[in-house]
């Protein structure tokens, strides 16, 4: 059997000052690690200490945390995945500027904004045609861009994918063409495509009966001991995952949020089959140097 | 099941969704006023009618509306789903209506028709406060004498009156606050509301934060603090705390903690209390509502939160806003 080292990334919830455990959790870390360069320290020191690159929703705070990385010339040494669109931003957006049209609106004019004529003229046809999936390609080409602005030409952008909002909502609507859409044109992109998940074992049913090719894209969900936010169960996200045809498969909330300590966390990762690699958190200095050490170690 | 949706705004996209993933339903029609979205609509959803009013529901022969449109067109749209005899089976998101006599209309009107008639106050199918509730009612606390809650977002938080944004004029005691009214009803039975105030922080004429004094049957003693201006709540986020003569009980969306005279502490969060659902969209109990909607149309039995329910919360909004001196 052919054993290969996991990829480790840095994952980006307490950058946004997430904690998906509590609220009140989050308010108690406090502000600092939402700071660009003090997040951007983190990933450097979790760098040194094992991990493999950066996994972000794209938004203005990673962005910030990209271009900090860039010019301490620490970003080309990592493989980013990046995730889109940053849905929180977007839902807030929509209630401020008066739902899901004024949304639609904005966006629109931040592509005009954004100079990046190809995207422009594919959006406009789009606009015109009434053509959604002109204006898909014309969004995740945006977002693409976005990314390679701040890292800059040179960075290893290795995989986009898809929100777990976005992924889960198309997944429940059955959008089967949209799934086609968005792994074929990120595979033109060079990118593979990816898609983060609160709903592994249907997600992974689905894109059998659609014919998606599971070899060709990475997916991101949560694998923990107490199967924190693992939907249907915990037995049936490990029993999906042994079925799958390789290891393509990104566990997150490895700690359920911080419930388990790294120690407690490791081993469970490290006994499942098909595992890629890892996307863990870290708000302090010493989590991240204790954390990816550990990681380091055992997941191999 | 056939299911139409009114209102595809992102409560709508949630619903549709969730309903889809429920086995045996499906989202057949979709309703929404806006022509950008009705055009996308037919594209993204191949197969399902879209329409411009609701009253063309009709066409789409369905057994159950969802009603997900802004809170002001709530009276006029499940009026029409009634009156034209579109649906019995009604959905429709919090609050029920705009106030309270829309409210008594349409809870009336629910009673007449027959059927089954849900408001999506949807922390009552979050684990901590079904808990909560469970231990409430079995006494674990002894008699509740006093509680405290709070509804905090920071939706509008560092939003002065020079910036340019859309606050709900419908204000944050019926926008978030009406959660932490609808579980206080729920776990404690009526309320009167004793004082109230109202204040404006994002614009001259919003209403931003509320505090609210309120006594429960039995002599139950609670205060209510709303506001969508507080820092560090990224997510709505609604709790209380209640005192008993044995212990106490503090709860929100992530969390349960009861705390006994004994000296005794225990502490739940969500994955300790099996918050587990087939299909997860947004939170676990978005899923368990619907299903529980779904599963009382199939089996003809009633839904809680009904419309009664939520027109008694319409009724204690108005109160809040009438003592606060915010009612036109």
Redesign the interface.
Known sequence: MVREEKVLLVGDNPF???SH????R??VRGDAPTNPEFAAKLIGISVENGADGFMFSVSEKTLSILRVLREGGVVNGLRLYAIVPYA?GY??L????????GL?KRVIKEISLSGNFSAMAMGLKGLLK?D?EDLVKTYLAYEVSRVRSSAGKNANLESVMLHQ?VT????????D??FRLYVDFMAKSGLRPGFNT??FC?LVRRLREWGVDLGEVVVAAPFNR????????REDCEKALADLPGPNVFAISVL?AG?LKPVEAVEYVAGLPNIRGVAVGVSKERHARETFRLFREKLV | MRVAVVGMGKMGLLHSSILNAIPDVEVVALCDKSFLLRRFLGKVFKGVKVFKDVNELSKADVDAVYVTTPIPSHYGVAKALYSEGIASNVFVEKTLALNFEQARELRDLAQDYGGVNMVGYVRRFAVTFREAKRLLDEGVIGEPVSFSAYAYSSEFYGVDKAAKVRVPRVGVVRDLGCYAIDLALWFFGELEVLDAEVKAVVSDRSEDSARVEVEASGGLRGEFSFSWCVDKHRMPEAGFVVEGSEGALSVNDDKLELRLKDGSVSRWFRHDLKDTVDFWLGLPEFFREDKHFVDCVVRGCSAEPSFADGAEVDRIIDEIRCRAGRYG
């Open positions: 946004h000052g997430i455990l509590s609220q009140e989050s308010r929180y839902v807030r929509a209630g401020e500027v008066g739902g899901v049209p639609a009434a959604l909002l889960d909502m198309c997944l429940g609507l059955g959008l063409w949209f609160g709903n249907l107490v199967g924190f936010q693992m939907v249907p169960s359920a419930y």
